[in-house]
């Protein structure tokens, strides 16, 4: 096979990552006034749990109209997960940058729940991504995802921890770019275990 073929792996891995780019961007724009955060989020995860599945489409139109659909749970469950990272980000700052040695238990525990929000934001959107059920049906079956695969849960909260040290390393930079990537890594992790508990008879599959 032609190695620059249109039907080559190299031409299709590269049409994949600029898919992944691309859907990085428009995540990045839907969430500048970042109380839609939790709904771009949602869009992003829509289009890339198609993609794992090489069913994506048009990545534009895909994820407005996931965006859209989502604004209003987005709205509910964004916001109160948002203002929980910022309270646990502020005081884990405060602890373990300006409060020393003395402070370094308060420092891990509040690192312990940024973490624990960040990876809960990421199963919120994916199950709102994926099932169609009321804002507090997709909270509550979040959780008992979270809990019930905890290995899989360590492999998300994995992917969020290096994906905010990049952007933090690189002064936020890749965040127009690294998020397509890493969210691709999540949706490849989260349909995983959405087909698996679909086929185990667990959750019943009624996709968006």
């Known amino acids: 096979m032609n ?3 249109l039907n080559s792996p190299f031409a299709r891995g590269i049409n994949k990552l600029v898919m992944m780019l691309y ?3 428009l995540w990045f724009l839907c969430s500048i006034p970042i109380l839609t955060m939790g709904a771009a ?3 992003l995860y829509e289009v890339l749990l198609k993609a794992v599945k090489n069913q994506e489409g048009y990545i534009g139109g895909s994820f407005f109209r996931a965006f859209l659909g989502n604004l209003k749970q987005g709205l509910q469950l964004g916001i109160p997960l948002l203002l929980a990272q910022v309270i646990f980000g502020f005081n884990f700052f405060y602890y373990g940058v300006l409060g020393g040695e003395g402070f370094r ?3 891990v525990v509040f690192a312990f729940l940024s973490l624990f929000i960040l990876t809960a934001f ?3 959107c994916a199950v709102m991504a994926k099932f169609e059920n009321s804002a507090a049906g997709h ?3 979040a959780m008992a995802l979270m809990f019930r ?3 899989w849960t360590a492999v998300i909260l994995v992917l969020q921890a290096l994906t905010v040290f990049l952007n933090w390393f690189f002064v936020y930079f890749p965040l127009l770019f690294i998020m397509g990537i890493s969210g691709y890594m ?3 992790v989260f349909e995983h275990v959405f087909q698996n508990l679909i086929d185990a008879g667990v959750i019943e599959e009624q996709g968006q």
């Open 122 to 124: 990421s199963y919120v």
């Open 41 to 43: 989020t949602a869009a």
């Open 149 to 151: 695969c905890p290995g």
């Open 3 to 5: 190695f620059f073929s």
């Open 23 to 25: 859907a990085g961007i």
């Open 186 to 188: 999540q949706a490849a």
């Open 105 to 107: 238990f308060q420092a």
């Open 139 to 141: 909270f509550r079956m």
